[in-house]
């Protein structure tokens, strides 16, 4: 199994299309202004050396590197670039694709020489796109996602049962594929801060603490085991979501009544385009200056546009009266397409 990650991809892309930003702090995000409310998508190598990360409000990142080039996230740009290199990776001989995201895919081969292989794809997506990546090589799909990090950039590397423990027994919990930094504190509060430590840990205490199902799969997660098989069947959404940062914040009932409106609207059209009813929903609220709630509804099965926007408005009904408000979001958690066969309602998922 190969985990193929491309290499500072949005800030790639731009830079692609205007090479005289060729060696430039390049920092994508929001409409590309740092003075607005809004976020870094990606930024280059030459940014990140000051320490700008994705996440980060422009205006930080602005302060961090005043020179920087700061452009406006271009979606359809990325995708397409993405599709090129996704057609590329599927040419390839033998090749099972799993598509993550934009940038990152798993391939399944079977080669006597996985590291020729992992060449062998780079080069031919830079011969297709100009753009470099990154390829991890293991024996499950975690080791080989880990491999990636360690391989960057457009470099190669191999993560196996046999080196695990060696390369990352001494790394910290949160540099493991599924444990960031809020897993990783509670795990140092049990004396496990290393990834040798969650190895080690005993299922059974961790299912303890984090339940059933989370602690024995962090367990797991430390040994590097799981999955081995690369599935290319198409990703199904479950659920379409949006999400506003507002320049000023909003404190009036009408002005947040009228967000949830146009928010509702921009979702349903993702929700018609799939053609499944929605099943729950989801309403983000980010109050000035930075605290995030989130209120949730489960709901018959519908199709109803006026019965979903009633319901969102209903939501809204929870947000403190007068409390300035610089984000709001919306989620429609929909059936799955094998729910009519199982009889399964799907659970609701969040941000």
Request: hydrophobic share 45%; aromatic share 6%.
């Amino acid at each position: 199994m190969l985990h193929v990650d491309l290499d500072q991809f949005v800030a790639a892309v731009e830079v692609l299309r205007r090479p005289e930003l060729a060696g430039l702090p390049v920092i994508v995000g929001g409409r590309g202004d740092p003075t607005e409310r809004a976020v870094v998508s990606t930024a280059s190598y030459e940014a990140r050396a000051f320490g700008v990360g994705s996440g980060m409000p422009l205006r930080v990142a602005a302060r961090k590197v005043p020179d920087a080039v700061f452009l406006p996230v271009d979606a359809d740009a990325y995708l397409a670039a993405s599709e090129v290199v996704m057609a590329t990776l599927r040419a390839q001989p033998g090749a099972v694709v799993q598509v993550l995201g934009w940038d990152e895919a798993f391939v399944g081969t079977q080669t006597g020489d996985p590291e020729a292989y992992a060449r062998q794809l780079q080069a031919a997506v830079l011969d297709r796109t100009q753009l470099h990546c990154s390829v991890g090589i293991g024996d499950t799909l975690i080791r080989a996602k880990n491999a990636t990090d360690l391989g960057k950039p457009a470099g190669v590397f191999q993560l196996t049962a046999d080196n695990w423990l060696e390369v990352m027994g001494a790394r910290p919990t949160r540099d493991l594929w599924g444990i960031g930094a809020k897993i990783s504190g509670r795990l140092a509060t049990l004396g496990i801060s290393t990834v040798a430590e969650l190895a080690a840990a005993d299922p059974q205490e961790l299912a303890g603490q984090f339940g059933p199902k989370m602690g024995p799969w962090y367990s797991q997660l430390g040994r590097g085991e799981g999955a081995s098989v690369v599935d290319d069947t198409p990703w199904v959404a479950r659920g379409h979501s949006r999400e506003t940062t507002f320049q000023t914040d909003l404190t009036d009932a009408d002005q947040v009544r009228d967000a949830v409106r146009g928010l509702a609207a921009a979702v349903l059209e993702g929700v018609a385009a799939d053609g499944r009813p929605v099943v729950g929903l989801t309403l983000k609220v980010r109050y000035a200056p930075f605290t995030t709630k989130t209120h949730a509804k489960k709901m018959p099965e519908t199709s109803d546009r006026g019965e979903i926007l009633a319901r969102a408005l209903d939501l809204a009904g929870a947000i403190d009266p007068g409390r300035p408000i610089r984000l709001l979001g919306l989620r429609a958690d929909m059936t799955m397409p094998d729910d009519a066969r199982t009889g399964h309602t799907p659970t609701r998922s969040g941000w």
